[in-house]
Structure formats: structure tokens, C-alpha cells
């Protein structure tokens, strides 16, 4: 049965809700959880689980609130078996003009079904009447067939939570791993044991009532530079790891990762797939024409599969029908394209595995207990004199030894086909790379001629071929850039290596600048800061409790020759500045000079690591603050007397 000691009673009017003009603890928030309350239990007969939901949230600033719009998600296995929600109530206080407060509930009319997919329906309902100032709250119940999937609970919302609390009584039968994620702590965590409150066909149960509560939740706030949300937000979990039978007899669930090796090396779309090198032996001679070493080969055959099956955008580490499917149809999801490669690897008799892994949206994997569903993404791994090289032949534009960036999560697991299974790190092999060299000269016109070159290497190539290609040319390409560059005319372009992908792309571009009207005054001002100038800062939050996860490295390098008129001098200037993060953590390098009749300006920008943590979040956030203020000072030429 469902347990309602610790709930709090529906509709009842909050006068110190009512009366709330502001959260202390939080004054910027739109609105606040006053008070939050679910439980979870088995039904009596033991076929289903039931989950009851009930919140109660004060309003601030009715413009900035979006949780008064409520969707529940519900799977739909088949027509007889199903997750159903019943019981939806809603009601909203809110202030009359009279000063009173008035009420208006939920009219069941409201609620809206809608089919999201083949097995989930969201069921809607929109509170009304929120305006600043309001109190809303609503209740429902969820009940569902799926046994195994113990309903989780989360603590964080994107607004503050006063109170938190989950209730969850489970049978002495089921044993669950329950773990907590996130950086907050629990206020209450308590365990009793609930008499005879599961009796599945007359047997009778105990079940363990464990509480779990949280006091004063800040918001979490997503910012700029981290993988999924759900790998920081504070939540319990629970994952089922063993079920006693009514016979007495024990089933294991949570398997061991050699349970995880064999189902995936005797999967008919997994490890089946991976000894299809027969698809390859035809068509290899043609493949590897005029290759000698090991990694020629590799690299010639990463680029066939490339050009060869095209990628249907979609996930997953199993193939959809085989690979001889989508080499006949070529295309194919991530599997079917990567376990081809690692097919043909092999008939190469290159040292080829698949390497498992889940996307920075999926989420983190959970090493302790291993779940197959964890993953959703395959890679292939080619170990050539004593080197690993992670490969993914789903983009054209990717180089050989370049994962995107989507894959750069964690670690992966490597499934050998001879070998027993083991992790490995997913880093970047490359950084995101810029290199900018800019030879200019202010004319008497005021104009500022002269040539822009960028060098691009690593991920920085990747996105700008990926940028290009999203035109029908290059001209057009180019033409976009000159409309979207302020003051500024592309007169000549010359863009190399867009196709050769292993190499450094570069852009060359002869411009005009339009700085003046003419050389006709006595004071000027250029901005030298013209690449990748910054107008906010990406790092807001007074405190960042999860990590700044960037992917690559990154280093950005900017020197700029102006030649400006025998009749002008330089009188100001952006500061020399340098900068460095602790730790080798990265560095700013800021430096004007003047050699001769011309300005020479650099700028350095490196951030040598992938993943900051949250104690040097201050330190990265207040690099960027002083970039910014650096970034909005000019050069300054005053008229000489002559």
C-alpha cells in the first residue's frame, strides 16, 4: 500500500506561501518549491508498481516560469501492457485585484493525451491562471506494469526546492542498488521495515520504508561546457540487482561485465557482425592498392567505409539489420558504419576492436553495475605499432584518428572479440586549434587594406569543413562571411585543403576595412581585438558545482601587423597583459610593440586542459571577465605635428 504519514495535504491554502514575496536563499528565483512529496510501492498483487507525485510551488515572476505546463511520460510496451496516470488534481491560489486571493482548480477537460512515439504517451495538463504571486499545486498517480524500473526521484529542479522528500517501500524479495548522484547531501535518510505490505497470491511480505529527504535545494542551472545534466543533478537511483522468487529461488539481475562480454561478442547484430570480414576479402585488393605500412592500410580503408555507407543519424551499438544490409543499401546507423570498418580492419588482418561507449547527452556509464542500456554509440579501436587509434567513419569530414566531439565522455569499453573486456579513456587526440596572421595597412582614405590568413587545425578544421560544407559552395560561403563581417569587404578569398582532411585548413582573404571616413582627424581609434572577440562571458554562476567540460583543449593565436602613416603616432593601447591559470590549467598573453612605422599586436589564448573542475571554476571565470574588459579598449593614433 502507499504510505501518506509524511504527506501534506492537498489544496489547503499556504497563507505563509501566499504571503512569500521573495526566497531568501535565493532572491533571483522565478519561483520556489515549497514543499515536494513522492512515494513508490508495489501494488498487492505484485504485477505492478504504483507511484503518487505531489508538489506545491510559489510563484515570483510568472514571465520566467515554465513548470505550470506539466507533461508525464508514459511507456507503452503494448495494448496490455501499459504505464497509466489517474487522479491528476491541480489547483492555483492567486491575488484578485480586490486584495482578496482567488482559486481556481484544474478542469479535468484540460487534460490533453498525446502520442510521443511508438511506446510513449505524454499526458499535458497547463495550470491556470499563474500570475506573479501565485501559489500552484498538483497531485497525481502513476501506475505501471514494469516492475524491474523502480520509479527514481529528483531532487533538483531548474528552481529552488525548500523540501524534498521520496518514500520508497520496497519488498524484502527485491533487492535494488540504490545510489545518490550530484554534490548535495541527504538531510534524511531512514530505513524501517513495513509489516506484511506486499502479499502477491496470499504470500506476505515485509518491505523496507526508506525516506529520503533534502532541505533548502539551490536550483541547478545548466552553463555553457558540460556533458548531460542528469550526470550532476542531484537524484537517488535505483537499479534492481536481485529478485528472491515466491519459490524461494534467487535470480542475479545486475550482471558482472564478463556477463556483459559475452552477450554483446554473442549478439547476432553485435559480435555476429564483427566476424563478417568474409563482406570485405573481394574488395579489399582494390581498397588497399598501393598501401605498404599497417597504417596506410587502415587509413585507406577508414576512408572506403567513409564514402561508403552513409550515416542515417542514428545512435546505437547495434546494427539495424546487418552489415551486409547496409553496405547493399549504403546506409546505415553508427553501428552498422563502425562495425564495418572494424569487419573490414580485421580482413585486413589489422588488430581492429569495438569500443562501446555513451554520448555526452546519454550520460555518464555506471561502471560499478554494468547495464548494457548504458551505451549507446560504438567506435573502432586499431592498435598499429603499439599506438591505439579511436576511429568513427560516420562523418566524411572527420580524419582518421579524430572522434567527434559527442563521443568525448568518460570511458568507453573495449569489446574484443579474443580478449577479455576493459575501459578505456575517451580523451581528445587532438585540440581545437586557430592560428590567425593578419598583414594591414591604414591608408590615407581611413580605409585599413591587407590580407587575413587562419590557419585551422584539429577540431577547429573539423567544425569550420563542416561550416563550409553547409553551403552549395564556396563563393557562397564566402559571400555569407563578408555580409556577416561589420564594416568589412572580402575582395579576394583563397580557401585551401577543405577536402584534403588530414591537413591544416587554411583561409586567406585580401579585405578592405572601412575604419574612417578619412585620415582628416586628429585622434582615431581601431580595435585590434577583430578575431573571436567575446561580448559575454560563458561563465556566470556565482558557484559552479559540476564540472567546465570543453571537450580538446584549445589554443587561439592572433598576430596582427599594422602599417600606419608617417603622420600618426601611437598614443594608447590595450595593456600588456599575461595571465595564467593554476595548476598549467591554461594562459592569456596580451602584447602591442611598435617596430618601425608598424603596430605588431599578439594575443595568445590557451586553455591546456579538457575538464576544470569546480574549485578552478573562479579562476577560469575570472580569466574570461579580464579578456573581456582587455577586449573592449583600442589602439589610439593622435596626428603629428610636422
Known amino acids: 500500500m502507499l504510505s501518506k504519514a509524511q504527506d501534506f495535504p492537498f489544496g489547503e491554502l499556504d497563507h505563509h506561501a501566499i504571503n512569500m514575496t521573495r526566497y531568501?536563499?535565493?532572491?533571483?528565483?522565478?519561483?520556489?518549491?515549497?514543499?515536494?512529496?513522492?512515494?513508490?510501492?508495489?501494488?498487492?498483487?505484485?504485477?505492478?508498481?504504483?507511484?503518487?507525485?505531489?508538489?506545491?510551488?510559489?510563484?515570483?515572476?510568472?514571465?520566467?516560469?515554465?513548470?505550470?505546463?506539466?507533461?508525464?511520460?508514459?511507456?507503452?510496451?503494448?495494448?496490455?501492457?501499459?504505464?497509466?496516470?489517474?487522479?491528476?488534481?491541480?489547483?492555483?491560489?492567486?491575488?484578485?485585484?480586490?486584495?482578496?486571493?482567488?482559486?481556481?482548480?484544474?478542469?479535468?477537460?484540460?487534460?490533453?493525451?498525446?502520442?510521443?512515439?511508438?511506446?510513449?504517451?505524454?499526458?499535458?495538463?497547463?495550470?491556470?491562471?499563474?500570475?506573479?504571486?501565485?501559489?500552484?499545486?498538483?497531485?497525481?498517480e502513476i501506475e505501471s506494469p514494469y516492475i524491474f524500473n523502480y520509479r527514481p526521484w529528483q531532487f533538483q529542479w531548474d528552481i529552488p526546492k525548500m523540501y524534498s522528500e521520496y518514500v520508497a517501500l520496497?519488498?524484502?524479495?527485491?533487492?535494488?542498488?540504490?545510489?545518490?548522484?550530484?554534490?548535495?547531501?541527504?538531510?534524511?535518510?531512514?530505513?524501517?521495515?513495513?509489516?506484511?505490505?506486499?502479499?502477491?497470491?496470499?504470500?506476505?511480505?515485509?518491505?523496507?520504508?526508506?525516506?529520503?529527504?533534502?532541505?533548502?535545494?539551490?536550483?541547478?542551472i545548466e552553463e555553457d561546457y558540460m556533458t548531460s545534466p542528469k550526470n550532476f543533478i542531484s537524484a537517488i537511483n535505483f537499479e534492481l540487482s536481485e529478485v528472491t522468487r515466491l519459490n524461494g529461488a534467487k535470480e542475479k539481475i545486475t550482471k558482472e561485465w564478463k556477463d556483459v562480454d559475452y552477450e554483446m561478442k554473442t549478439h547476432r547484430l553485435f559480435g555476429k557482425q564483427l566476424r563478417r570480414d568474409d563482406i570485405f576479402k573481394k574488395i579489399l585488393p582494390t581498397i588497399l592498392d598501393g598501401?605498404?605500412?599497417?597504417?596506410?592500410?587502415?587509413?585507406?580503408?577508414?576512408?572506403?567505409?567513409?564514402?561508403?555507407?552513409?550515416?542515417?543519424?542514428?545512435?546505437?551499438?547495434?546494427?539495424?539489420?546487418?552489415?551486409?544490409?547496409?553496405?547493399?543499401?549504403?546506409?546505415?546507423?553508427?553501428?552498422?558504419?563502425?562495425?564495418s570498418l572494424i569487419a573490414a580492419l580485421a580482413a585486413a588482418d589489422l588488430d581492429a576492436d569495438a569500443v562501446v561507449l555513451s554520448t555526452r547527452d546519454n550520460g555518464v556509464v555506471h561502471k560499478l553495475y554494468p547495464v548494457i542500456s548504458d551505451f549507446n554509440y560504438v567506435v573502432a579501436m586499431v592498435n598499429i605499432d603499439g599506438e591505439s587509434y579511436l576511429l568513427d567513419a560516420t562523418d566524411p569530414l572527420l580524419p582518421f584518428g579524430l572522434l567527434p566531439m559527442r563521443c568525448i565522455n568518460g570511458e568507453g569499453r573495449i569489446m574484443s572479440m579474443n580478449k577479455p573486456s576493459e575501459w578505456i579513456d575517451l580523451v581528445a587526440s587532438q585540440k581545437r586549434s586557430d592560428i590567425y596572421s593578419l598583414q594591414l595597412t591604414l591608408q590615407p582614405n581611413?580605409?585599413?587594406t591587407g590580407s587575413i590568413k587562419n590557419y585551422k587545425l584539429g577540431y577547429a578544421a573539423y567544425y569550420r569543413r563542416q561550416e563550409i560544407k553547409k553551403f552549395n559552395s564556396i563563393e557562397e560561403y564566402v559571400e555569407d562571411k563578408d555580409k556577416n563581417l561589420p564594416d568589412t569587404r572580402i575582395i579576394n578569398y583563397d580557401v585551401n585543403n577543405l577536402d584534403t582532411i588530414d591537413k591544416t585548413l587554411e583561409e586567406t582573404y585580401e579585405v578592405e576595412i572601412a575604419a574612417f571616413d578619412s585620415l582628416s582627424f586628429d585622434r582615431i581609434f581601431f580595435n585590434p581585438f577583430l578575431m573571436n572577440k567575446m561580448n559575454d562571458n560563458p561563465f556566470k554562476l556565482a558557484e559552479r558545482t559540476y564540472p567546465v567540460d570543453l571537450g580538446a583543449p584549445e589554443s587561439t593565436r592572433v598576430v596582427i601587423s599594422l602599417r600606419i602613416p608617417e603622420n600618426y603616432e601611437?598614443?594608447?593601447?590595450?595593456?600588456?597583459?599575461?595571465?595564467?591559470?593554476?595548476?598549467?590549467?591554461?594562459?592569456?598573453?596580451?602584447?602591442?610593440?611598435?617596430?618601425?612605422?608598424?603596430?605588431?599586436?599578439?594575443?595568445?589564448?590557451?586553455?591546456?586542459?579538457?575538464i576544470y573542475q569546480p574549485e578552478e571554476y573562479p579562476a577560469l571565470k575570472e580569466l574570461f571577465n579580464q579578456i573581456i574588459q582587455l577586449?573592449?579598449?583600442?589602439?589610439?593614433?593622435?596626428?603629428?605635428?610636422i
Not at 601611437?570 to 602591442?592: E, M
Not at 577586449?631 to 605635428?641: A, I, Y
Open 24 to 140: 531568501d536563499k535565493d532572491t533571483t528565483a522565478a519561483a520556489v518549491v515549497i514543499r515536494e512529496f513522492g512515494t513508490t510501492s508495489f501494488l498487492h498483487d505484485g504485477d505492478k508498481i504504483k507511484h503518487r507525485y505531489h508538489v506545491r510551488i510559489k510563484v515570483f515572476n510568472s514571465a520566467r516560469f515554465n513548470r505550470g505546463d506539466v507533461v508525464i511520460p508514459l511507456y507503452q510496451g503494448s495494448t496490455t501492457k501499459y504505464e497509466s496516470v489517474d487522479n491528476i488534481r491541480g489547483v492555483v491560489y492567486y491575488p484578485a485585484p480586490d486584495g482578496g486571493i482567488n482559486k481556481t482548480e484544474l478542469d479535468k477537460k484540460s487534460i490533453i493525451r498525446e502520442k510521443s512515439s511508438e511506446h510513449v504517451e505524454l499526458v499535458k495538463f497547463a495550470l491556470p491562471n499563474i500570475v506573479d504571486g501565485s501559489v500552484l499545486e498538483y497531485e497525481y
Open 170 to 220: 520496497i519488498p524484502a524479495v527485491f533487492v535494488y542498488n540504490v545510489s545518490l548522484v550530484g554534490y548535495l547531501r541527504l538531510d534524511k535518510s531512514d530505513a524501517k521495515v513495513k509489516k506484511e505490505c506486499f502479499q502477491p497470491r496470499g504470500y506476505r511480505i515485509d518491505c523496507s520504508e526508506m525516506t529520503y529527504a533534502m532541505n533548502d535545494i539551490p536550483a541547478f
Open 291 to 339: 598501401t605498404e605500412s599497417d597504417l596506410e592500410k587502415a587509413q585507406s580503408i577508414y576512408t572506403y567505409i567513409q564514402s561508403q555507407i552513409r550515416w542515417n543519424k542514428r545512435y546505437g551499438q547495434f546494427t539495424d539489420q546487418g552489415l551486409k544490409n547496409a553496405i547493399d543499401h549504403r546506409v546505415g546507423n553508427v553501428a552498422d558504419i563502425n562495425l
Open 446 to 448: 581611413g580605409k585599413i
Open 570 to 610: 601611437l598614443t594608447g593601447k590595450p595593456r600588456d597583459l599575461a595571465i595564467a591559470l593554476p595548476n598549467r590549467g591554461g594562459r592569456f598573453i596580451n602584447k602591442t610593440e611598435i617596430v618601425g612605422d608598424q603596430i605588431q599586436f599578439s594575443q595568445i589564448m590557451e586553455l591546456g586542459k579538457s
Open 631 to 641: 577586449q573592449k579598449t583600442d589602439l589610439v593614433f593622435e596626428r603629428k605635428e
